[in-house]
């Protein structure tokens, strides 16, 4: 194949490729969010040999529109209302395909000059958004999972510097304190530190679910007592099952004074930061060490985009991760290590995923981001005032971001063991998924299971809320029956 065949070819995939996702995205108001297939459906579905010849791409396609994305969860749905996984921006989803076809190797300026220059910039951008000077520096990744790594790295880095080399053979005893709502991510990435996952503490929360400074203090003073090291308190700005925000100046104060790094989960809230009317809530996050951010939750840009954000400069993470393997030290007569990001995280090879977070920035500006985080938080408001009116239903927790969490209570629910009032609100939520016109998740609040609706997409208006509300009520009767 030359050139000219390569570019036919483009065109003749691009304008079909063009066509299924417009079809799809017209029909995200009327289809349902979930098929409703189980997993055995589903393996049988797609159950094929090893395939030895190439079949046509036509083909090829019309199997997608058949199987894959007939049977997808319809995530872009303004009547998704699940776990911070928003509608793609058009420009993002775009940018993808554009990346695809650079093919740049964003882990190394020699391999991708221009995306080591676009994500300098937006990463730039993220930091001033979050209250960073101009010594900020950070680092694009797969999402917060990666990013809670990469910070706890650096955490434990600074205190233990030998562990990069040797490992723990001093047989340092090091804790990291959090909220018992922080993200599983925390204790998986001490895990693979090295420090266990015992080392995490889990510090209870109040009733609005926001960390106790009281137990933390005291927390932190046994751990010392017992001849333990403290090296990180973990805020959360935006919990994934409630969405509340921890006291962030607070425990900036804490970490000051025991000495331990300070990192903000800011996965979800962090884009408070472009509303003038809710950016108040993250005060404090600019005294953190490192924030980790996902513009591919309330930013709208595809899967996968996240990002750790370092206060003091891309030196912390040099000092964390950065290596100069022969075949990337060439001299070329100039300095451009700083533009390696390899030299920052533990990916190699990486993906230009800094195009679409480019675009989506520049697309919707600093006042489309803020305008849509109002209307969203507006709307989960709405959806409370709305539950509030129901006698049958009662809200769990305060709404401080686009979160609103709840349970289905009638007397003779409540009348019920705590196990099997539990299985009535998953009752609720099941008959609810498999009925396809909306989708929500639960999630277990102070030891009991509740309801969890999050406005996320930018599509969702409020006839779509009065429908939701409209929903609940009519199926919350039969999920009691079911027991």
């Not at 106790?212 to 003073?221: E, G, H, N, S, V």
Request: charged fraction near 25%; aromatic fraction near 8%; include cysteine.
């Amino acid at each position: 194949m030359n050139a000219e065949a390569l570019s036919a070819q483009h065109e003749q995939i691009g304008r079909a490729v063009t066509k299924l996702i417009a079809d799809h995205a017209s029909k995200l108001e009327t289809s349902p969010v979930n098929s409703g297939a189980t997993p055995n459906q589903l393996l049988q579905l797609f159950n094929e040999p090893l395939p030895i010849k190439g079949a046509h791409v036509e083909d090829i396609l019309d199997q997608f529109a058949r199987e894959v994305a007939a049977h997808a969860q319809q995530v872009p749905s303004p009547n998704y209302f699940g776990q911070f996984n928003p509608t793609p921006l058009a420009i993002g989803v775009w940018a993808d395909a554009l990346a695809s076809s650079l093919n740049q190797n964003a882990g190394a300026w020699r391999n991708g000059p221009t995306s080591a220059m676009v994500e300098s910039h937006a990463v730039r951008w993220l930091c001033e958004l979050l209250g960073y000077d101009s010594g900020a520096f950070g680092v694009l990744a797969s999402g917060g999972s990666e990013a809670n790594l990469i910070a706890l790295k650096c955490a434990r880095d600074r205190d233990q510097r030998d562990m990069m080399r040797s490992g723990n053979r001093s047989g340092a005893n090091l804790t990291v304190y959090s909220s018992e709502q922080c993200h599983f991510s925390v204790e998986k990435s001490l895990d693979i530190l090295g420090l266990g996952r015992d080392s995490l503490r889990k510090i209870s929360t109040d009733t609005r679910f926001h960390v106790r400074l009281d137990i933390l203090r005291a927390t932190i003073k046994q751990d010392v007592d017992a001849g333990r090291r403290p090296i990180c308190i973990v805020g959360v700005a935006g919990t994934t099952s409630t969405g509340v925000i921890d006291p962030l100046p607070e425990l900036a104060a804490i970490a000051r004074e025991n000495d331990c790094w300070f990192h903000v989960d800011a996965a979800y809230g962090g884009a408070l930061a472009f509303s003038d009317v809710h950016k108040s809530k993250l005060r404090g996050i600019e005294s953190a060490d490192s924030i980790t951010f996902d513009p591919h939750k309330w930013m709208f840009v595809p899967f996968a985009c996240g990002a750790t954000l370092v206060r003091d400069g891309g030196q912390v993470l040099r000092d964390s991760f950065d290596m100069s393997p022969e075949y990337l030290s060439e001299d070329r007569g100039f300095s451009d290590a700083e533009y390696d990001f390899f030299r920052y995280g533990q990916m190699g090879t990486r993906r230009f995923n800094a195009l679409k977070l480019w675009m989506c920035f520049k697309f919707m500006g600093k006042s489309g981001y803020s305008e849509t985080v109002e209307k969203h938080i507006e709307l989960t408001q709405y959806f409370a005032k709305r539950l509030d009116a129901l006698p049958d239903f009662e809200r769990v927790g305060e709404i401080e971001t686009a979160v609103c969490c709840f349970r289905y209570l009638p007397h003779a629910v409540r009348a019920l063991s705590g196990k099997d009032q539990d299985l009535v609100q998953q009752n609720l939520q099941q008959r609810i998924e498999r009925g396809g016109k909306a989708f929500f998740p639960s999630t277990v609040l102070h030891g009991r299971r509740a309801l969890r609706v999050n406005v996320n997409s930018y599509l969702t208006e409020q006839r779509h809320i009065d429908d939701l509300i409209e929903l609940v009520a009519s199926e919350a009767p039969q999920a009691f029956e079911l027991l």
